[in-house]
């Protein structure tokens, strides 16, 4: 998808070259395929945690946290949630890799995610479309989003 534009709401969103390889073992991605059926129509979220190993990010850790905004096009996560969550991923030694969510719509990021992606710095987002149950992953570097490559293991 080098280089191609895609309308997002009120937002373009410059798909850039692949950059980073996501692995996710089958059993993380059933975990969060079932906490966005158990929720739907609103969003579910999640912290991912592991290990970065040069340009590949190895999922080992997955936290589903409620959104409370309980939207069905935003998510917030409890403020404490994360915290803890950050604070357990230390102790383990695990680094932060990025979010999940479920969207109401294709698995890309809409033109809210691309306001919070900017903020999150180089994290990874993996988006998961409730309507057709497609995943997806993407990054931002230099305020152009990326694709990240998807391995499911």
Same mark, same amino acid.
């Given at each position: 998808?080098? =280089? *191609? !534009? ?6 373009? +969103? /410059? ?6 390889? *996501? ?9 969060? $395929?079932? @906490?966005?059926? /158990?929720? $739907?129509? +609103?969003? @579910? ?10 340009? &590949?990010?190895?999922?080992? /850790?997955?936290?589903?946290?409620? =959104? ?5 096009? $935003?998510? &917030? ?7 803890? @969550?950050?604070?357990? @991923?230390?102790? &383990?030694? !695990? ?16 033109? +809210? ?14 988006? !998961?479309?409730?309507? =057709? ?7 931002? /570097?230099?305020?152009?989003? =990326? ?7």
């Amino acid at each position: 998808m080098s =280089n *191609l !534009l895609a309308q997002s709401g009120s937002f373009n +969103v /410059k798909i850039g070259d692949l950059s980073v390889i *996501l692995r996710i073992t089958s059993q993380q991605l059933h975990l969060l $395929r079932e @906490a966005a059926r /158990k929720c $739907r129509p +609103v969003e @579910a979220c999640a912290l991912l945690f592991g290990r970065l190993i040069d340009d &590949e990010a190895m999922v080992t /850790k997955v936290v589903v946290a409620p =959104n409370l905004l309980q939207s069905t096009v $935003r998510f &917030e996560m409890d403020p404490q949630t994360v915290f803890d @969550a950050f604070e357990q @991923a230390e102790r &383990e030694g !695990l680094s932060f890799i990025g979010l999940f969510h479920s969207h109401p719509a294709p698995s890309r990021p809409s033109a +809210v995610d691309l306001q919070y992606m900017r903020l999150w710095g180089e994290a990874v987002w993996l988006i !998961l479309s409730s309507i =057709n149950s497609d995943i997806a992953a993407f990054q931002m /570097k230099n305020d152009k989003v =990326n694709e990240v490559t998807l391995k499911i293991e």
